[in-house]
């Protein structure tokens, strides 16, 4: 169960007052020296030593003295440590010694070491706390709170009864958060073998213990749910309201007396008891995670049988493969063996079901053609039309590309002309790049598919043997010269 506020932070709400040099830290040559130093602080902290002296914290760390000063400026560089004088041991301005320095360390590098230890906790013996063991251990505190509610009257209520009711207020929240992210850890876990690569035995195993504990699980997360969510109603009925409020008057009282020693949040308990009636209700947060375990594992052992199935099919294929190279192997050395060919290939034609079926399941049968009901969809139009009244001819693009490029020749001086009926293209007068490209485009109109295109034009064009270089004052292109003349359909006149 989150709390709502939370879910709104940000990354810089969370770097807010905190010690960016823990990441240095972890990221530095030394970082086992320094984190020499701060476990040393740490256990001295356990022993009720906060600030040790600076000689007390050598020797339990060891090593060498010059390294040591080295690694303890740079901690203070980073504020990951913090250093006092020790009063008593001033001697004058010219004594320099570091014996007379306290140190401690801070909460974000404590947080940090902590941090480090549970990590390495968790890979040497890791140990995942049980759903339904938090369920019963929340339905036990619920129920001892509703027995304790009851007994106390809202006038009767002192510091004692007050703090014990909002103690385990918090408790049960404390509770059904770990709840919650203990479900969402199980189905991370989950999704990570549906990623997984196994062999026939672990594939086995693992549906088996599909099958056997995620019925238990899920069944006995749906019968505690069942017990707690009446008695939250309990702790939420209308004549308790005065109670839960005059214990929320005594705390605040009592943290208005000591709010400078006494560390803690004063939530209110009805709306922390709405919140996880909320999480405990029938379609609640509880029912949806649970449902998502469900899915997730209905999944995973879809995947699993699948891949099983495909494992078991690819082992008896290697079964029998081995077994025709052993006939094979068996065979006289003078024997053609084609009628035993004949036979081996002779199943790769398929006589029955393509579907998988076996003695215990059954094909899926195909589904029936229904077009009844289906809908027409209208075709896309991806042209406009033609608007009607112009009087200019419907023209293709390949027409107007080659109307452009007789423009061009004419502007070039490469048409040939009643006066000269045979040009060359060495005539032209190329002036940019876009001239060398059109070159391009007229050999291939006039020498690819025998001249059709250019042909198109009235003209047609012969490759002739000596080379020629077509310059302007950038670009110089060299090719072959090309000669072009007209056609003449009926012949010369």
């Known amino acids: 169960m989150t709390d709502p506020d939370e879910s709104r932070e940000t990354g810089d709400t969370l770097l807010r ?32 030593e906060l600030e040790p002296l600076q000689e007390d914290l050598f020797e339990t760390v060891g090593g060498d003295a010059d390294r040591f000063n080295k690694n303890i400026r ?15 041991r001033l001697r004058g301005y010219k004594d320099t010694r570091r014996r007379k ?43 001892e709170t509703v027995r304790l509610l009851n007994k106390t009257g809202a006038d009767d209520v002192d510091e004692e009864s007050a703090r014990t009711l909002i103690h385990r207020v918090n408790r049960l929240v404390s509770i059904t958060d770990e709840v919650a992210h203990s479900l969402g ?68 009282r009592e943290h ?66 081995d077994a025709r190279i052993k ?15 004949r036979q081996l290939a002779q199943p790769a034609q398929m006589f029955g079901d393509p579907n998988h079926w076996n003695e215990t399941e059954k094909a899926t049968p195909p589904l029936p053609v229904w077009v009844r009901n289906r809908v027409r969809s209208e075709p896309i139009v991806w042209l406009n039309p033609r608007r009607a009244g112009t009087d200019k001819p419907v023209q293709s693009l390949d027409e107007y590309r080659l109307e452009r490029l007789g423009h061009w020749m004419e502007t070039l001086g490469l048409t040939p002309t009643p006066e000269s009926r045979q040009t060359r293209l060495s005539q032209g007068r190329f002036a940019n790049y876009d001239d060398f490209v059109r070159v391009f485009e007229l050999a291939r109109s ?13 003209l047609r064009a012969e490759v002739r043997e000596e080379r020629v270089s077509l310059s302007n004052d950038v670009y110089t292109l060299e090719l072959n010269d090309l000669t072009l003349e007209g056609t003449h359909p009926h012949g010369d006149a």
């Open 17 to 48: 007052n905190r010690n960016r040099a823990v990441g240095q830290l972890l990221l530095a040559d030394c970082a086992a020296e320094y984190l020499a130093i701060l476990l040393a602080l740490r256990r001295f902290r356990d022993n009720h």
């Open 74 to 88: 740079q901690l203070l560089d980073w504020e990951l440590i913090t250093q006092r004088i020790e009063r008593e």
């Open 101 to 143: 320095f306290r140190y401690r360390i801070s909460e974000d590098a404590l947080a940090f070491v902590l941090w480090l230890e549970s990590r390495r906790q968790a890979d040497e013996c890791p140990a995942d706390d049980d759903t339904r063991d938090l369920l019963a251990d929340f339905s036990v505190c619920l129920k």
């Open 185 to 252: 850890d199980f189905n991370i876990r989950l999704l990570a073998f549906a990623t997984g690569a196994y062999q026939v035995p672990l594939a086995r195993r693992l549906i088996a213990e599909l099958d056997h504990f995620l019925k238990r699980f899920l069944k006995r997360i749906h019968l505690l749910r069942q017990e707690i969510s009446p008695d939250l109603d309990k702790l939420r009925a209308t004549r308790l309201a005065a109670r839960w409020a005059a214990c929320r008057t005594v705390m605040e």
């Open 256 to 321: 208005d007396a000591a709010h400078l020693l006494m560390r803690s949040r004063l939530a209110d308990p009805q709306k922390s008891l709405a919140a996880l009636a909320d999480f405990y209700r029938p379609d609640g947060t509880l029912e949806k995670l649970s449902a998502r375990v469900n899915a997730s594992a209905l999944m995973v052992w879809q995947k699993l049988h699948a891949h099983l199935r495909e494992l078991e099919r690819r082992s008896h294929r290697l079964e029998d493969l």
């Open 327 to 341: 006939e094979l192997a068996a065979l006289p050395a003078e024997t053609v063996p084609s009628r035993w060919l």
């Open 446 to 458: 006039g020498l690819l598919g025998n001249g059709a295109r250019l042909a198109k034009l009235g």
